[in-house]
């Protein structure tokens, strides 16, 4: 079935460092593929998304890439802020599926 | 922009007691979801409905049902609380179709003692 793999956490890094948080995903077809962003105390938020191979979603200096020949969709972003400290989570949506899997989530803190 | 409201933000209940917890979205999404989430797992599906009175079970139906009586509201029921049901609960609505992402609300933490 379709499932989400995402890179175990937590990470912990410095203002200004690059942040790469990986995401692979097992599907049939061409999924639509998710990063949502947990802030503390509150629910989900869409971040960004790709509907398409090599679709590219971007948001707040945050990027991903549907890479199909990787079956990934790796979180990027070049330099951090202290705000940027949450759980990130990737999900998949399958072609005709009314449902959302999500990753278990990576919890991101930066540090002054 | 998309609200999804759930009616409460924390919750202390006594074992045995039936719970209720309600979720209401203003964009008349199709497809509305509850989901637990604890730590080290990640969210677990509980129940998804795609329609009015219609729904589907998740990954952890056990213990739980819920109501969609209306397009804008469902509910999650726990019929006789347990202590490992002490969790948060996340409600979330979409749209129809694989392109659409999903918009939460902000989470009721559920204590059971």
């Known amino acids: 079935g379709d499932s989400v793999t995402q890179m175990e956490g937590p990470v912990t890094l410095s203002e200004e460092a690059f942040l790469t948080i990986n995401c692979t995903y097992t599907a049939t077809g061409y999924p639509s593929l998710f990063w949502y962003v947990q802030y503390p105390g509150e629910g989900l938020q869409l971040l960004l998304k790709a509907t398409k191979a090599d679709d590219k979603g971007s948001n707040k200096g945050f990027e991903a890439t549907y890479r199909k020949e990787t079956t990934s969709f790796h979180l990027e972003k070049g330099s951090v802020q202290v705000s940027d400290s949450a759980v990130y989570f990737c999900?998949?949506?399958?072609?005709?599926?009314?449902?959302?899997?999500f990753g278990t989530g990576t919890r991101l803190t930066v540090i002054p | 922009d998309v609200k999804v409201t759930q009616s409460s933000r924390y919750l202390v209940k006594r074992t045995g007691e039936k719970v209720f917890l309600e979720c209401v979205q203003d964009?008349?999404?199709?497809?509305m979801f509850w989901y637990r989430q604890d730590p080290g797992l990640g969210l677990r599906l509980i129940y998804f409905?795609?329609?009015?009175?219609?729904?589907e079970k998740g990954d952890i139906p056990e213990g739980y049902s819920v109501s969609r009586e209306k397009k804008e509201r469902f509910s999650l029921i726990l019929e006789s609380a347990s202590t490992n049901q002490t969790s948060m609960y996340l409600c979330a609505s979409r749209r129809q179709g694989p392109l659409y992402g999903a918009f939460f609300g902000q989470g009721t933490r559920l204590t059971v003692v």
């Open positions: 409905s795609y329609d009015v009175k219609m729904k």
């Open positions: 999900a998949l949506s399958g072609a005709g599926a009314n449902n959302l899997f």
């Open positions: 964009m008349d999404h199709e497809n």
